[in-house]
């Protein structure tokens, strides 16, 4: 039996690509003998958004720890064998919370690493929100697969995370925000680089291959797909 994959949320947007990733993909990782409507039990749980932001205004990384704890309890009590969370940013918490999880978990960001070192890509620009290209949630993961990441400049960044928070967590799409993003990108490729990591589960709302500068990193979709090798191997 395919194990069941915990989802523990954060944003909507990037949560529900996420499951539906697992839910259309699964069949493929399923095998024969299963029809094509076939995919690993999911369980999901989130706390309120605003939680997480208001940990995040604070830089309470215990805090954001806490309510990852409290879905992944609740995943466990559930059935779940493993969990996965399709958000990039509350990621920087991930350190506290593995000593103390119930369950194990894959790493968003080692996932994409493996998969940009598996391409080929040297030096990858990193896009998310202004806490998680703060951070070294990806410089962590991308240096120790070998690979450089490289982060928008700061102004840059102030205007992605309004961008992501103002519009794409609430399912906004502006053609204007999305020339915005394009243009960021095609800096990242000026600077060297050549892939970008969609550090923001939302980004794949609006970017992909055929509109951007560089090779796309979709992180939503390759946790999906890393998860559902990990149910089914």
């Known amino acids: 039996m395919p194990l069941h994959i915990g989802v523990v949320g954060c944003s909507a947007e990037g949560a529900a690509l996420c499951y539906r990733t697992l839910c259309v993909e699964g069949a493929a990782h399923m095998g024969d003998g299963h029809g094509p409507h076939a995919h690993p039990e999911v369980s999901m749980h989130t706390h309120s958004l605003a939680d997480y ?17 409290s879905s992944a309890r ?13 958000d990039n940013t509350i990621h920087q918490a991930l350190h506290l919370v593995l000593p103390r999880s119930p369950l194990p978990w894959l790493h968003i960001a080692e996932v994409v690493a493996a998969h940009a070192a598996s391409r080929g890509f040297r030096q990858v620009g990193v896009l998310g929100t202004r806490w998680l290209v703060d951070s070294e949630v990806y410089p962590r993961a991308l240096e120790a697969a070998g690979l450089t990441a490289v982060r928008p400049a700061p102004a840059e960044r102030a205007e992605l995370g309004r961008l992501i928070m103002d519009e794409l967590v609430r399912g906004v799409v502006r053609p204007e925000s999305t020339a915005a993003l394009q243009r960021m990108i095609e800096g990242l ?18 970017l992909n291959d055929a509109n951007s500068a ?20």
């Open 53 to 69: 932001v208001t940990c995040l205004e604070h830089g309470d990384m215990e805090g954001v720890a806490q309510l990852m704890l």
């Open 74 to 86: 609740k995943l466990a009590a559930a059935g779940a064998d493993f969990l996965v969370c399709p």
């Open 189 to 206: 490729k000026a600077r060297g680089c050549d892939a970008v990591a969609l550090g923001c589960t939302e980004l794949p709302l609006v």
């Open 214 to 233: 560089l090779p796309t990193l979709d992180s939503t979709r390759l946790l999906a797909r890393a998860a559902l090798r990990r149910a089914t191997a």
